[in-house]
C-alpha cells in the first residue's frame, strides 16, 4: 500500500503477532544514539506469516532470532522477519542521530535534552516494532548516558536499578509493571532542575512526584505539582480512580509538537503547560496549565490502563479524557465560565472543520496521516457525545459506566463501542439510536417555531433536525439529541426547565397550563453540539440576557445580540444605506457592566465580543469586507454608548487582586480605548504599574487595535524586558501576528530573522505564524492574496522540517468556502502550490487534496 492511501477502520484485522515483553537498552551519544530492542514474539492464532514490523527513518544494524542471526529482509520500510516459530526472541539493534530528527517524533534534541514522542506513529522511528496501539507489551528500559549532561535518565515505570559504568558513564533501569502499547513508552535524558512532592493516595499508598524544568525556572513549576496534586484528589473523590505507579514525574521541554503527552508515569510536557509564575504568566496560562495537567493524569486511566484498539477509535480516550478534564476544571472553578471556554472551541473551530474539506465523525472512517486526526472532532466534539450521554443517562448512571467500563476492560485495548455498552448496560438506556454521532460527520441544524394559544394556555415548540451534507457524501440519520430548554415568564419566573428528547426529523413538543406568552431559551448550556436555528427577536434576547437561571445561556443571548446587530449593518452596507445600532442593543449591555450581582468572570465573558471567525462561522457565505466594517462599527458604538459606566468599572477594578477582576477590568479597557484614543493613557499606566502579566499583557492587548506609537513604545519595553523568556516571547509575537495594519506581513517577514524565533521550534511557529492564519482574519485574507502566499511560502519550509506542525498551520487554508470567489481562487492557487511539491509530506498532502477535490 502506498502511504498516501488511505486505511480504512472496516479493514481492521487483528495482529498476526503479539509482543508480550520488550527490553529497550539505549547507548545514547550525540549523533550515534544505538537501540537495542530484545522482544518476546509470539503467534496469534494458525497461521503461517512472517512477522512484519514498522519502521521509519531510522538505521537497522542487526536482527537475531534466538540468538542466531534472523533470515530478513527490509521492504517498503518494513522489516520481515522470515521465522515460522510459535514464539520466539527477537533482537533488533538500530542506530539513529536525534540531533537530526527535525520531525520531533521518535527519539530527538530538545535543547541539549534527550526526549521521545511515540503518539501516534513515532516508536517506529526509535526501533522496528509492531507499532500500533492493540499490541500491550511489559516493557523494561536501561538508558546508558554520558555523566555530563545527563544525570537524569527517565523512562516509564519504578526505578529498579542505576550505576556506574565507567568514569564517564553511567545508566538506570526502569521497569514499568502495566502492559502498553508503544505508543505510551517515553525517554527523557538530560540535566533539568528538579521539584519534588509527595501525595497520599486514598488507601494510603504514598506516591513520589517530580517535575523536571530547565535550569532556572525551578520557581515556576509549583503550579503544575499543585495542579497534580488536585488531579489525583479530584479522580479519587469524583471517579474513585487511584494513582497505581510509586512516581508520577512530568518533564517540561521547549520542543514538542503537542501540548503534553500521558506516557505511563512520564508525562512530557510543553513548557508552555508546566512553568508559570505571576509576573511571567497570565491567569489563563495558570487556567491552562491546570486543565492540561488534570487532562494528562486523568488519562492514566481513560487511555493507559484502557487504551485504543485502534486510532480510528481516538476518541475513546480523547474525548472521554477531554470531557473528564472540563469537569475536573469546573469542579474547581466556575463552571459556567468553563462551559463557554469550551462552546467557543465548539463553535469557532470545530463547526468550521465540520463544514470543511476534512469533516470526519468522532470516529473517523479512514485516514492517510494519523497525526491529522489530532482534532477539535475528536477530541472537542468527542468531548461533547460524553457529555450528550452524561445528560441522557444522568451523574449516577454514569459513574456505574464509569466503573462497569473499567471492570470489563482494565489492561485491554478497545473501541468506542466497549464504552457505550457499558454506560447502556450500567443505565439501561438504550443508546442504540443515539451510536450515530460517533460514525456520522457534519454538525446538525436544528431549527425551531413557537406556537401559542392563550385561550387554551398551549404553548409548542416544533423542532427538525437536519445534518449537510459532507465530503464522505454519507446519508444522514436523524440523530438522539438532548434539547435543554428554560420557558420564562414575562416577569422572569421560571416556568419549566426541561430536556427534550429529540430524536426525529421533526418533532412537536407540547406545554400546557402556560396563559401568558413564555420566552424560551433554547439549547441552554449547549446540551448538544449543533446550530440553532430560532429566530429570536432583540426583546427575547434581552430577556433571557436579564433572567435566565442559566449563566451560560445569559452569555449565549449576548452573542445573539451582538450577533444580531452585525448581520443587520451587513444588510445595510449592501443595500448602501447608513449603519445603525438599537439602543436597546447598547442598554443591555450597560446592565451588564453595571449588574454587581454577577459574577466577574461572566462579565468578561459577555464582553468578549465575537471575533470575525466566530462570526463567519455563522453563515454558510460571508461578505468579509462588509462584516468587518459592520463589526468594527458595532464595537465602537456599544463602547462609546457605555463609556462611562467602562470608565467607572475600571477605575473600580484597578486595586481588586483576583483573576474575574482582572479579566472584566482588561475588556473594560479594551473598550475604553475603542471608544476614545485618549484612553490609550490608561493602558500605558496599567502597563508601566503592573506586577502581574495577566494586567501587562491586557494593556498591550487593548492598543493592539492598531499600530499607534503608544503601542510600538510598549511592545519595544515589553521586548526588551522579555527577549531571554521563550514563552513570554511567544506572547509577544502573537500580538504582532494580530496587528490589524498593512504592515503585519512585512513585520512578520522581518521578524523570522528574530533572534527569539526560530521555525524549527512549534511554541515559535504557532505563536506567529499560525496565530496570524487563524487569527488574523482581515490581514490573512487580503484581497490581494499576500496573507495566501506567504503562509504558503511558509508551509514550504515546514513540509520539510517539520510536517506536522504544517498540517496544524494549513488549516485555515483549506477552509475557503466560506469566501468570495477572488479569494477562493486565490487560496485553491496556493493550495495547487502545495500540491505540486515534488516531496510534500503525507500530512500536508491528505489535507491539501481533499481541500482541492471538494472545491
Known amino acids: 500500500m502506498s502511504q498516501l492511501e488511505p486505511k480504512y477502520l472496516k479493514d481492521y484485522q487483528a495482529p498476526l503477532f503479539t509482543i508480550s515483553h520488550i527490553d529497550l537498552a539505549f547507548h545514547l551519544a550525540d549523533a550515534q544514539s544505538t537501540v537495542t530492542a530484545t522482544s518476546q514474539v509470539i503467534r496469534q492464532g494458525e497461521h503461517q506469516e512472517w512477522l512484519t514490523l514498522d519502521g521509519e527513518e531510522i538505521q537497522l544494524t542487526s536482527v537475531k532470532v534466538n540468538g542466531a542471526d534472523a533470515d530478513y529482509q527490509v521492504l517498503d520500510g518494513k522489516l520481515v522477519v522470515k521465522s515460522t516459530l510459535n514464539a520466539f526472541e527477537l533482537e533488533i539493534v538500530t542506530q539513529q542521530d536525534p540531533k537530526a530528527n527535525s520531525s520531533l517524533e521518535g527519539l530527538y534534541m530538545s535543547d541539549g535534552a534527550y526526549c521521545t514522542q511515540c503518539e501516534a506513529e513515532g516508536f517506529r522511528r526509535i526501533t522496528y516494532f509492531l507499532d500500533r496501539p492493540d499490541v500491550l507489551a511489559i516493557y523494561t528500559v536501561t538508558i546508558t548516558a554520558p555523566n555530563q549532561g545527563f544525570p537524569y535518565l527517565l523512562s516509564n515505570g519504578n526505578l529498579i536499578e542505576k550505576g556506574e559504568l565507567d568514569a564517564q558513564h553511567h545508566y538506570v533501569k526502569w521497569h514499568d509493571p502495566f502492559p502498553k502499547p508503544a505508543y505510551l513508552f517515553a525517554l527523557v535524558a538530560g540535566d533539568f532542575d528538579l521539584l519534588e512532592d509527595e501525595y497520599q493516595t486514598k488507601s494510603g499508598r504514598q ?19 499543585a495542579s497534580l496534586k488536585k488531579s489525583m484528589k479530584w479522580d479519587e473523590s469524583r471517579f474513585n ?15 514538542f509538537n503537542m501540548g503534553a503527552m500521558e506516557n505511563k508515569g512520564l508525562n512530557v510536557f510543553n513548557t508552555k503547560y508546566v512553568l508559570a509564575d505571576k509576573r511571567s504568566a497570565t491567569d489563563d496560562d495558570y487556567h491552562g496549565i491546570e486543565s492540561v495537567v488534570g487532562h494528562e493524569y486523568f488519562h492514566n486511566w481513560t487511555g493507559n490502563r484502557v487504551t485504543c484498539r485502534d486510532w480510528f477509535q481516538l476518541s475513546l480516550k480523547e474525548g472521554l479524557t477531554v470531557f473528564r ?53 475528536v477530541y472537542n466534539k468527542g468531548a461533547e457525545v460524553i457529555r450528550m450521554m452524561h445528560t441522557l443517562i444522568g451523574e449516577v448512571h454514569f459513574q456505574a459506566g464509569m466503573a462497569l467500563y473499567f471492570e470489563r476492560h482494565d489492561g485491554q485495548a478497545v473501541t468506542c463501542d466497549d464504552f457505550v455498552s457499558a454506560m447502556e448496560s450500567a443505565s439501561g438506556v438504550d443508546l442504540t439510536q443515539f451510536r450515530l454521532w460517533y460514525s456520522q460527520a457534519g454538525t446538525p441544524v436544528v431549527s425551531v417555531e413557537e406556537a401559542f394559544d392563550a385561550v387554551k394556555g398551549v404553548y409548542q415548540l416544533s423542532l427538525s433536525q437536519m445534518t449537510p451534507q459532507t465530503p464522505d457524501k454519507l446519508d444522514k440519520l436523524p440523530l438522539h439529541i438532548p434539547f435543554d430548554i428554560e420557558l420564562l415568564s414575562p416577569e422572569g419566573e421560571t416556568i419549566l426547565s426541561q430536556v427534550l428528547n429529540v430524536t426525529e426529523s421533526e418533532q412537536t413538543f407540547t406545554f400546557e397550563g402556560i396563559f401568558h406568552q413564555p420566552v424560551a431559551s433554547l439549547l441552554q448550556n449547549f446540551s448538544a453540539p449543533v446550530r440553532l436555528k430560532f429566530d429570536y427577536s432583540i426583546e427575547q434576547l434581552v430577556h433571557i440576557m436579564t433572567y435566565a437561571s442559566s449563566e451560560v445561556a445569559r452569555w449565549e443571548a449576548s452573542v445573539n445580540l451582538f450577533s444580531h446587530a452585525i448581520w443587520d449593518n451587513v444588510a445595510h452596507l449592501q443595500a448602501g444605506t447608513a ?148 514563552l513570554v516571547m511567544d506572547k509577544w509575537f502573537s500580538l504582532q501576528a494580530l496587528l490589524n495594519d498593512d504592515s503585519c506581513i512585512d513585520n512578520i517577514k522581518r521578524l523570522l530573522e528574530h533572534s527569539a524565533f526560530s521555525l524549527s521550534n512549534p511554541n515559535r511557529v504557532r505563536s506567529l ?12 485574507h487580503r484581497l490581494d492574496g499576500r496573507g495566501y502566499q506567504f503562509v504558503t511560502d511558509i508551509l514550504i ?3 520539510s522540517v517539520n510536517p506536522q506542525v504544517a498540517a496544524r498551520v494549513i488549516t485555515p487554508l483549506i477552509q475557503f468556502k466560506k469566501f468570495d470567489e477572488s479569494r477562493q481562487r486565490l487560496m485553491k492557487a496556493s493550495l495547487q502550490q502545495l500540491l505540486d511539491l515534488p516531496d510534500l509530506s503525507k500530512d500536508l498532502f491528505e489535507k491539501v487534496s481533499k481541500a482541492l477535490e471538494s472545491a
Open 207 to 225: 506516591v513520589k512526584l517530580q517535575v523536571f524544568v530547565d535550569k532556572g525556572n525551578l520557581h515556576k513549576a509549583h503550579h503544575a505539582i
Open 241 to 255: 480512580l487511584e494513582y497505581d505507579l510509586d512516581i508520577y514525574m512530568i518533564v517540561a521541554v521547549d520542543f
Open 325 to 377: 478534564d472540563q469537569e475536573f476544571s469546573s469542579d474547581l472553578g466556575s463552571r459556567a465560565v468553563n462551559r463557554i471556554h469550551a462552546i467557543r472551541v465548539m463553535k469557532n473551530q470545530q463547526f468550521a472543520e465540520d463544514a470543511g474539506p476534512m469533516a470526519h465523525p468522532i470516529r473517523p472512517a479512514s485516514v492517510i496521516e494519523m497525526n491529522n486526526f489530532y482534532t477539535v472532532t
Open 579 to 726: 449603519m445603525v445600532l438599537d439602543p436597546r442593543i447598547v442598554d443591555a449591555f450597560k446592565g451588564v457592566i453595571l449588574n454587581d450581582a454577577l459574577d466577574k468572570a461572566l462579565v468578561a465573558e459577555i464582553l468578549t465580543l465575537p471575533s470575525l471567525s466566530s462570526l463567519i462561522e455563522q453563515v454558510a457565505q460571508v461578505d468579509l469586507d462588509k462584516l468587518s466594517l459592520a463589526r468594527g462599527f458595532a464595537i465602537e458604538q456599544i463602547a462609546q454608548g457605555c463609556e462611562d459606566e467602562l470608565l467607572a468599572r475600571y477605575r473600580e477594578l484597578v486595586s481588586i487582586d483576583d483573576a474575574g477582576a482582572r479579566a472584566f477590568k482588561n475588556k473594560c479597557l479594551a473598550l475604553l480605548i475603542e471608544s476614545r484614543d485618549e484612553y490609550q493613557s490608561l493602558a500605558v499606566t496599567q502597563f508601566e504599574q503592573a506586577d502581574n502579566m495577566t494586567n501587562s499583557i491586557g494593556a498591550l492587548l487593548a492598543l493592539n487595535a492598531e499600530a499607534s506609537s503608544v503601542r510600538q513604545d510598549l511592545m519595544t519595553a515589553f521586548e526588551q524586558t522579555w527577549i531571554d523568556t521563550p
Open 769 to 780: 505564524i499560525g496565530m496570524f492564519a487563524a487569527g488574523n482574519i482581515n490581514e490573512f
Open 797 to 799: 519550509k515546514l513540509n
